[in-house]
């Protein structure tokens, strides 16, 4: 007997579940369908740093921040650098999306309970020109409690309707079709996997127990992107614009994130668009203590880390730490090698380094002030950092430049670095450290950078020379391509109904967070501005699940 419900939920994590709360709350009946185990709602979410790009907000404002919605979608453009005819529903989603972060969002978030850490942060700041990519103001909005305090008000109102009968939800449910008839979605038909008993984000067993099929009248594809599957992202690789793939890359998302409703809906009859543009960090690092196959963990650095290329040649502005992503991705791949350094100071690492993700950052994660203050304001970088510098096979810690080049030729395996060159690169930087005004990009960065109060105060050591032994231990660091967000995906309209190979919606079909490209198919054109991951799964969930709940 086929199971029937209003509406098909595939995918447990952020989007899906704020599908599914906003369904229900319309009174319909849901299925979630989610491959994983129980312990897996939340998806990437949960594991992420929690932070929300947010525009003219209360927090803001206390930082002294002028932001507006025209500077907000004035950056968004620049960085979005739409130029293709299928873009126009996602720059009509990245528009939309920009009103709601400068409108309803924050009220709308901060009713559900959640609360954000005060100190606004300034990721991915471009360094180019006004016209260019790049956030302008600080807007990345530190969710108190991070990822998991993201997912949270989703998960609790998602879970009152479970015990109120309107929302099942049916884990270990693999999809492997979308049930059609007349050329409107019914229904999700697969397999059931065994049970499984392995931690959060462990790699799962994929035993085939026996087969399902659902019934409804929308189905609703909220199944993330493709990072944990890195042949696909290879086979997606804009060599053209980026260079040649990685040959070796880490992996920020769990392996679970393969992308396979991404083919199954496109058998369906759903346009992929812009499946070219995607988001992988150049800061990746091996986790010593891992929990997926080949996990990495992201260095959130602040502006004074000197980037060097695998040959040792300092990366030129605006390839800077925290300004521009992709630029440089493609300076490193341009090298013919896959990994990159920063050198730095201990000085350096205590103030400026974080570390992506909720289970990087237990005290913020833990929602304790005390926690916090002791973390950040002891001795010595934060516990994860040092933890991270003390096992972590990246990590080399020196007391002379000599030994430091020894022991970043020693972890790659060659003699890349000459010791002289790299030691006259640190020297000439050196040397603009006497003023407050300087000649290299990157010391002027840093002079802007300390004039906003948060980042003095949080996230910018104060200017030194990196030879000087007071400033010591040396500290290099060898720097991954670490996979993560998909930036294209199925073709959606605003409403979040999913579009034909026509651009006309597939009656009862919808998509929502990443498998979407975050909303529309991608809006964010070719480069993300940070904290709008998190924030396109809440907005395209929401379109999505209130549009979906007028025709069931």
């Not at 930082?63 to 979608?73: H, N, Q, T, V, Y």
């Not at 709308?108 to 103001?137: C, D, I, K, T």
């Not at 890349?416 to 790299?422: C, E, F, G, K, S």
Request: glycine fraction near 12%; aromatic fraction near 8%.
């Amino acid at each position: 007997m086929v199971e029937k419900a209003d509406s098909i939920v595939v995918g447990a994590g952020l989007a899906g579940l704020v599908a599914a709360a906003e369904l229900a709350d319309a009174g319909k009946s849901v299925l979630i369908v989610e491959q994983e185990g129980e312990n897996s709602v939340g998806g990437q979410a949960f594991w992420s740093l929690g932070g929300l790009f947010m525009i003219d907000t209360p927090e803001q404002r206390r930082m002294r921040i002028k932001d507006s919605p025209e500077l907000a979608m004035a950056d968004w453009l620049g960085s979005a650098g739409f130029d293709r005819p299928e873009d126009y529903w996602p720059r009509k989603v990245a528009e939309a999306f920009i009103e709601f972060s400068a409108g309803e969002m924050r009220p709308w978030l901060y009713e559900q309970g959640m609360r954000w850490f005060p100190v606004v942060g300034w990721a991915e700041r471009g360094g180019s020109l006004a016209s260019g990519h790049g956030n302008s103001v600080p807007r990345f909005h530190l969710t108190w409690g991070t990822g998991p305090g993201t997912v949270a008000p989703f998960e609790r109102r998602v879970r009152e309707h479970m015990d109120a009968g309107r929302i099942t939800l049916k884990c270990r449910h693999q999809v492997s079709r979308v049930v059609m008839t007349d050329g409107a979605a019914t229904g999700v038909a697969g397999e059931t996997l065994a049970p499984s008993t392995v931690e959060r984000g462990e790699q799962s067993s994929r035993e085939i127990t026996g087969a399902f099929e659902f019934s409804a009248g929308a189905v609703l594809v909220t199944a993330g992107g493709i990072g944990g599957n890195h042949e696909r992202v290879r086979a997606n690789w804009p060599v053209e614009r980026l260079g040649a793939a990685p040959a070796n890359m880490i992996s920020g998302v769990p392996h679970h994130v393969d992308g396979r409703m991404l083919e199954i809906t496109n058998e369906a009859g759903a346009a992929i668009i812009n499946n070219d543009r995607m988001w992988h960090y150049t800061e990746g690092i091996k986790n010593w203590n891992p929990i997926w196959p080949m996990h990495g963990i992201r260095i959130i650095p602040g502006p004074s880390s000197l980037w060097f290329d695998a040959n040792g040649r300092r990366l030129p502005a605006p390839c800077l730490p925290g300004f521009d992503t992709l630029s440089t991705l493609r300076e490193i791949l341009a090298t013919g090698h896959d990994y990159s350094w920063f050198v730095l100071t201990q000085k350096i690492i205590e103030k400026e380094f974080a570390l992506s993700g909720s289970e990087q950052n237990p005290d913020m994660t833990s929602q304790q002030w005390r926690e916090v203050l002791k973390s950040r304001l002891s001795k010595g970088a934060p516990p994860p950092v040092e933890a991270f510098k003390e096992h972590g096979e990246d990590f080399i810690v020196a007391d002379d430049i000599g030994e430091l080049v020894a022991g970043m030729n020693r972890l790659a395996g060659n003699e890349q670095i000459d010791r002289a060159a790299l030691e006259a690169e640190i020297v000439a930087r050196d040397l603009q450290i006497d003023n407050a005004y300087s000649k290299d990009a990157q010391v002027t960065a840093i002079h802007g950078a300390r004039r906003y109060i948060g980042d003095k105060l949080f996230r910018t050591a104060s200017p030194h020379k990196i030879l000087d032994p007071a400033n010591g231990p040396l500290i290099a660091v060898r720097l991954h391509i670490l996979t993560r967000k998909t930036l294209g995906g199925l073709h959606t309209n605003l409403d979040g109904q999913v579009l034909d190979a026509t651009g006309e919606p597939i009656t009862g079909l919808y998509a929502a967070g990443e498998v979407a490209g975050f909303g529309g198919g991608g809006y964010h054109g070719y480069n993300a501005l940070e904290g709008t991951f998190l924030g396109g799964c809440i907005f395209s969930g929401r379109c999505a699940g209130r549009h979906a709940a007028t025709i069931v």
